[in-house]
């Protein structure tokens, strides 16, 4: 079987450091707090430091195997709390890899194969309560909570240069449109954002591999990617191998979706490998061990699920509490239902057994596991419209506002939680979410798909929904799922996958343009002073994806002197309009800008002269120049 | 030589009709007066009907012959008026295609394969006036305005059914922002826009073969596809197949950009075989007239450009007469100058003989040769920012200042105008550009490129500016400028031409959708009912890019059988959200409807009491339903 093999050949390619760049980290207060950067070196000696979701797997210093999982990033920080204790944990069970695994002996081989990733599990001692929520209203700053200043801030030094102009910084401040942000993150703001439930840091006790990062509205915007499983599982390889390639592209969490078999082992495959957090829909998996009949769920079989992936390392849980059994009923006369499975699992559950749902009458009990182990909520919008004819109707907001309520219950346990939005909506009425989000959540952070603003775009959603979430992102939300080209149609592929997380990085930067994130333009100015000097390499190297912009440009100018000329393909070297505005720009240093300055005065002095003397045209003061 | 036959196939490809659609056409109050739609067949026997912008070509009924042009769609109503003449025409001069057509024999060899497209040209008889705003402002409404009042309404039976639920259409209503929609386009209405100056037809009388549309805020938000000729040009099948690529997929008017060699000859091609409105930029030809040396350009030389181009038929000239000697120093500080290539040329021009603008001094020279052909004004934003940092400075709109004063000499002369605009602007600085447009240009159609949102996205600006592009719709722009996957990077290919036209469409119709146009929405509606329904087909269909949206479809789930299946391959038969919707409204309609509605009512009644009860969550009525 060369399966294995060719992933781990696609795995070594897959982490290749993107060009010109390297990994540098910010060191904390203490040596073992190393937050990753990556500097991107450019050709006039500049050097230009971008956020880096990618994890260790950029760093060619880095040793990786995914049979042992990544090294330990928080392990020391957990332990010194001396608040947890490892613990035997919950007994494996068959059902766990699902109700169906007919291959035994394949799955025992799987297993078997990443015995290394198995860890005996940490909760909290009894009585105690290892939320940062928790640590941050009792006022104690972690270094979870450090790691994510230092990271928001990023390097500052290099964005000076493009920040000295007093008069242009001001005609480009940004419309936080009620974000608080800081010119710099503190460990301090991160505490206080997190303790009132404003931002959340996903980081499950059991996950200590991940490099903390938050979600909230004063932090930059941070996108979400979808993984799962393949149809036959064939490697540990091709798995992690999708995460990394996820996270490559900037997926800041990506969620575990996977479905059918061996979702158990494949869990630990991707969570021990992972920098990131690692967020799962925990009803998928119980919908598993019932068979898949929705009916048969039971408060024990989903409240034992939760304990299995607490135990695992997930860092958020989305969890559909607020699909009542009295909304159901609302969604009848939509023109698309229910398209949320969860919520289409929980209301025929509901129906079923003409019961309010077990998730919304346990929910105290849920929250008494999250705070065991730092899992934070990200509940679930399970009625959220599926085509712009069904958005903001009763439905979503009447479980919008149970998120609401059920926010506050968390809040009261200190489990941290995030709020699920649409979906589907047009822009006109993309604010009233926000609005009603805000208010009805007392600002616990927004975490959406899309939305999409149209519904006949099938095979371009990533865009359809990119224009809904640049928008949603600047109005308040903090985090976006992204959306593949295949949504709707089938499984993304690898590339799909890109497609969609470089789409919701464009709306997730342009929202941190928009909302002025300080520092978030410098990279823009980099990049566009680099276009302007015909720095071509800069320009590749500065954007989201430089081998595609390189593969573009050499497609139609494809020697490498191109690459340092002072034109480019569209124009060609007489007509090029960059090279003509330095012209422009040398002749006005020379000797035209003082002259074009007092000539400028003249007329606006002299404009109401000219008007009155009937006079439409300038008359040139110079008139054969 | 094989291209010409190849070019043959390929656009004999390029007309094959859409799937499951055919050519219909709404018939005004004369007999010639036809208007395409496309009417796709759904599997459930509905119709649904949508705009169509891709000519005859689609029509398999129509014998295309590119060498002899299409049919005249116009030829009898221009003649009517009888305010215009047959003449001699300007006669050609060789540098009609170019200083530097180095291969004589060849060039006379591609005039004479399209001989039979030469044209007589009319003019407007002497003092008399040809443009559509004329007419409007005599009050007189033209067959073009009635075609024009016809495409804009469509074929809106099959809406009502997805108009039925007051209620929805309540909580749908779009958000017009200052733009009068109503609900039927009348003759009349257009003939009132086009007359303030609102709207404009771009209907020159030397191209008889345009089908009529409009541009203005108050109509269907339009788009614009730039095309060049090849560097070689091989055949007139190659250059009409590329407008017909571009019409086939959505544009409304499509910008001939050519620059270089034979572009007199390709722009006959062109515009022969061009059922949109063609537009250009004619101080790209008088450049290639004096050699690419921007000092050279003469009144003298610009203005015989523009007889040649309206004798030939071009709808709009692209010209920059803002681009005013006094704002030239304003961009010296920017962070990458003048971007528009025909702002820096009349930049250089200005700078190198120190005197204003001809374009600016001559523009009611320009107006009088524009209103003898009906040439309608894009006026150009030579000044437009290149970057986000440059976005909404001095330079910038000082020239849209003048664009302003300008538009109001080109309404003295009953020229139709359009303003265009940036570029580059983040988010937060879109509205501004758009009420400084509304109020500096009196309301004339903003035409915009983008705007790009960020600029760190090269290689996927078609979607950082599609983000843009779908808000100033929204906001009032009347028609956007596409920009292609290769902006800043190279020449667009097939392909990259229609990624951005696809990505502008979903941004204009999500515009329209936001803005409430009537029956937008329907197209949506039908779609997403069709997803509901499990008509896989119809829901291909119904979408902008019906093939692309199957083979995404057919790479997951290739089987017949599964285009009929009543589930999709993101779930599997099992795990269906929609299957189980289905299954609840079934629920719902046998017997919980009812009792459902009772039980939300109790619940509200007794909302109050559980809360002074303490009770926190529902104590259900059937505890064991």
Redesign the interface.
């Known amino acids: 079987m060369n399966a294995p093999d060719s992933f781990s050949h696609l795995l070594a390619r897959t982490r290749e450091p993107f060009p010109a760049s390297c990994k540098s980290y910010l060191i904390g207060t203490r040596a073992d707090l190393r937050v990753p950067v990556r500097d991107i070196a450019l050709t006039n000696g500049e050097v230009v430091s971008v956020y880096d979701t990618s994890g260790p797997y950029t760093d060619p210093q880095a040793l990786i195997d995914v049979r042992q999982g990544l090294g330990s990033v928080r392990g020391a920080w957990i332990a010194e709390r001396g608040d947890s204790e490892l613990y035997e944990g919950r007994k494996p069970l068959a059902l766990d890899d699902g109700s169906k695994s007919e291959d035994a002996a394949r799955l025992a081989q799987l297993r078997a194969e990443a015995a290394a990733l198995q860890r005996r599990p940490r909760r909290a001692r009894s009585g105690a309560n290892v939320t940062q929520m928790h640590y941050a209203r009792k006022g104690i700053i972690t270094p979870e909570m450090e790691f994510v200043a230092l990271r928001e801030n990023g390097k500052r030094e290099w964005m000076a240069q493009?920040q000295q102009?007093a008069a242009?910084e001001q005609?480009?401040m940004?419309?936080p449109l009620g974000a608080s942000i800081p010119k710099i993150i503190t460990p301090e703001f991160v505490r206080d954002e997190v303790a009132r439930g404003r931002a959340i840091i996903p980081a499950n006790i059991n996950h200590p591999e991940v490099e903390p990062m938050a979600i909230g509205r004063n932090f930059l915007v941070k996108i979400n990617a979808n993984i799962g499983n393949s149809a036959v599982t064939s490697s540990i390889e091709e798995e992690v191998e999708k995460l990394v390639w996820a996270i490559r592209w900037g997926a800041d969490n990506v969620m575990d979706l996977s479905?059918?078999k061996n979702i158990h082992t494949t869990r630990d495959w991707i969570v021990r490998n992972s920098p990131v957090p690692i967020g799962t829909v925990p009803i998928y998996q119980a919908?598993e061990k019932v068979g898949?009949i929705?009916e048969d769920l039971t408060w024990e079989i989903f409240r034992d699920t939760l304990i299995e992936q607490a135990e695992q390392g997930v860092d958020y849980f989305t969890i559909h509490a607020g699909v009542?059994?009295?909304?159901?009923?609302?969604?009848?006369?939509r023109?698309?239902?229910?398209?949320?499975?969860g919520?289409?699992?929980m209301?025929?559950w509901c129906?079923?057994?003409?019961?309010?749902s077990f998730l919304?009458?346990h929910?105290e009990d849920i929250c008494d596991i999250m705070k065991q182990y730092d899992v934070s909520f990200s509940l679930g919008d399970g009625l959220r419209p599926?085509?712009?004819?069904d958005?903001?109707?009763e439905a979503q907001f009447a479980e919008l506002h149970t998120l609401g309520?059920l926010t506050q219950?968390a809040w009261k346990h200190d489990v941290q939680t995030m709020i699920e939005g649409p979906g589907h909506v047009?822009?006109?009425?993309i604010q009233a979410n926000m609005t009603e989000q805000l208010k009805t959540c007392h600002e616990a952070p927004f975490y959406t798909l899309g939305p999409l603003?149209?519904?006949?775009?099938?095979?371009?959603d990533?865009?359809?929904s990119?224009?809904g979430a640049?928008?949603i992102g600047?109005m308040g939300t903090a985090m976006l799922c992204y959306v593949t080209?295949?949504e709707?149609?089938?499984?993304p592929?690898r590339d799909d996958v890109k497609q969609g997380i470089?789409?919701y990085?464009?709306?997730a930067?342009?929202?941190d343009?928009?909302?002025?994130h300080p520092g978030a333009?410098a990279?823009?100015?980099a990049?566009?002073?680099a276009?302007?000097d015909f720095r071509w390499q800069d320009?590749?190297n500065?954007?989201?994806?430089p081998e595609?912009?390189q593969?573009?440009?050499d497609?139609?100018?494809p020697k490498d002197s191109a690459k340092v000329a002072h034109f480019?393909?569209?124009?060609?070297p007489?007509?090029c309009?960059?090279k003509?505005?330095?012209?422009?720009?040398d002749?006005?240093?020379q000797k035209?800008?003082a002259e074009?300055?007092a000539?400028?005065q003249g007329?606006a002095e002299k404009a109401g002269e000219f008007q009155r003397a009937g006079g439409?045209?300038?008359v040139?003061l110079?008139?054969?120049?």
Chains 1, 2 share one sequence.
């Open positions: 493009y102009d242009r005609r480009l940004g419309n479905t059918g919908l898949g929705a009542r059994l009295a909304y159901i009923h609302l969604t009848a006369q023109r698309t239902g229910i398209v949320s499975r919520g289409s699992i209301a025929k129906m079923a057994h003409h019961r309010e919304y009458e929910f599926g085509c712009a004819s958005a903001n109707d309520e219950i047009p822009m006109h009425m603003t149209i519904d006949i775009a099938p095979g371009y990533h865009i359809a990119a224009i640049a928008m600047w080209p295949k709707h149609l089938g499984l592929d470089i789409a990085k464009i709306a930067h342009a929202a343009v928009a909302k002025g333009r990279r823009d100015d990049l566009s002073q276009r302007f320009q590749f500065l954007g989201l994806d595609t912009a593969e573009y440009h497609e139609t100018l480019c393909s569209m124009c060609g007489k007509f309009s960059m003509i505005t330095q012209e422009v720009r002749f006005a240093a035209g800008l074009a300055d000539l400028h007329m439409r045209f300038y040139p110079h008139p054969q120049g």
